[in-house]
């Protein structure tokens, strides 16, 4: 059977999780958010970053001891039970498809601003483009991936210089509705960083990945980290908190307050590049986790064959483009996005619970990377990930439910 490519140095993955990370929450969300958060939405960022740095930690660890593109299922495998391990895997490909989706739609609320293109038909038209660019091959996605993070990223440092002359104008502490409304801002908002996880499964296209992935992983959680909470006091010192909760397009409109209508058409280009780049990388480590789980055969064996010529999962890509747009078709961003995070927070508390158990589990396993915060074999990093995983599952559960 024909095997993937390795091509990925450290700054090709770094910037392909950045690139992702960057991608969804911080273009299509922000305006949710600060319906919950208001002039606090920082805060909701802030939040989950220190979430996504403990679970991100774990998966540095994990992700050193073993090799294959299966991700998640190796490590609950290992850690508890193959009924379990599936289970679990299946919700992160679930939330992969799904994420999709959401950005995808976040896609075609900005398009929808400039053009007179339907919200669903422009979302749908999007996945079938990013899926054949997936197809294609894994360097013509990086290519497209290196791009375009360059390009959100200097979207997003406009919002930021475009605040710098305003911060200290507001109350940053300013809740609408409390702490409460905080936790619900960040429990959606979590899937902003979405994408941390997903380079795990590039390992069998990554040089050295054992060492690699790691590094990448920190990296990226802590550059997006810095860049969300600047650009979140940004744009409620630019713009009246209300004013973005009410917009489809939020950062264009904060760009457009200080800069005329030239500006808001801008931002929406940049962030059609940031919204399209999220959902061609979500697809393609969704599809390398397909296809890793099915060579390990926990999925039909179909889905593991690699196209001759591409050097792509083509039939995992296939099947993984059905499942995405059936859930464009539900339409209403928000909900997907919270489907999608109930999905990532139960995956996440069982991650860093498999670390916990395979600290002792598996105690010589060579490991090129070592969680920091540590009790004897017990981890303190991944015991505060599963603390806070379950935590802000409660209040997606409280977003699904409206309460």
């Known amino acids: 059977m024909a095997e993937l490519k390795r091509t990925l140095g450290l700054f090709d993955v770094t910037v392909a999780s950045v690139g992702i990370i ?3 929450g911080i273009y299509a969300l922000i305006g949710l958010a600060a319906q919950s958060s208001g002039n606090a939405t920082w805060l909701s960022f802030l939040i989950t970053a220190v979430i996504a740095i403990f679970t991100g930690l774990s998966y540095a660890e994990l992700s050193s001891m073993f090799k294959g593109d299966a991700g998640e299922y190796d490590y609950l495998h290992a850690a508890f039970n193959k009924p379990f391990a599936f289970v679990m895997a299946f919700s992160m490909i679930c939330a992969g498809f799904i994420s999709a989706a959401t950005v995808s739609l976040g896609f075609a ?5 400039l053009f007179p293109i339907p919200v669903l038909t422009g979302a749908v038209l999007l996945v079938l483009v990013m899926t054949f660019i997936n197809f294609i091959g894994i360097q013509e996605s990086n290519k497209f991936n290196m791009i375009s993070t360059f390009i959100e990223f200097i979207g997003l440092a406009i919002i930021v210089v475009l605040g ?5 104008s507001v109350n940053y502490l300013a809740m609408p509705y409390g702490f409460s409304g905080v936790f619900s801002s960040a429990a959606l908002v979590f899937f902003a960083y979405m994408g941390f996880e997903s380079i795990i499964k590039l390992r069998e296209e990554t040089k050295n990945p054992s060492v690699t992935i790691p590094k990448a992983l920190v990296y990226s959680i802590l550059i997006t980290s810095v860049l969300y909470v600047l650009v979140a006091m940004s744009a409620v010192s630019i713009v009246d908190w209300q004013v973005i909760a009410a917009s489809e397009a939020p950062l264009a409109t904060v760009a457009q307050a200080v800069l005329g209508s030239n500006a808001f058409t801008l931002l929406a280009i940049i962030a059609l590049f940031s919204t399209s780049n999220t959902v061609l990388i979500t697809l393609v480590t969704t599809s390398r986790m397909i296809y890793g789980m099915a060579k390990e055969k926990t999925l039909p064996a179909f889905l593991a064959e690699v196209h001759p010529t591409r050097k792509t ?3 995992a890509i296939l099947v993984l483009m059905l499942l995405t747009l059936a859930f464009v078709l539900i339409g209403d961003i928000g909900l997907v996005a919270n489907l999608t995070n109930f999905f990532l ?7 860093n619970l498999s670390l916990i158990v395979l600290r002792y589990k598996c105690k010589q396993t060579k490991r090129s990377f070592r969680c920091p915060g540590n009790i004897g074999q017990f981890s303190i990093i991944a015991f505060l990930g599963f603390l806070s995983s379950l935590f802000m599952l409660l209040y997606v559960v409280k977003n699904l439910l409206g309460f």
């Open 22 to 24: 960057l991608g969804a």
């Open 313 to 315: 999962p083509h039939l």
């Open 345 to 351: 927070f139960a995956t996440f508390a069982s991650v």
């Open 109 to 113: 609320g900005y398009i929808s601003n």
């Open 164 to 168: 710098i002359p305003k911060l200290g």
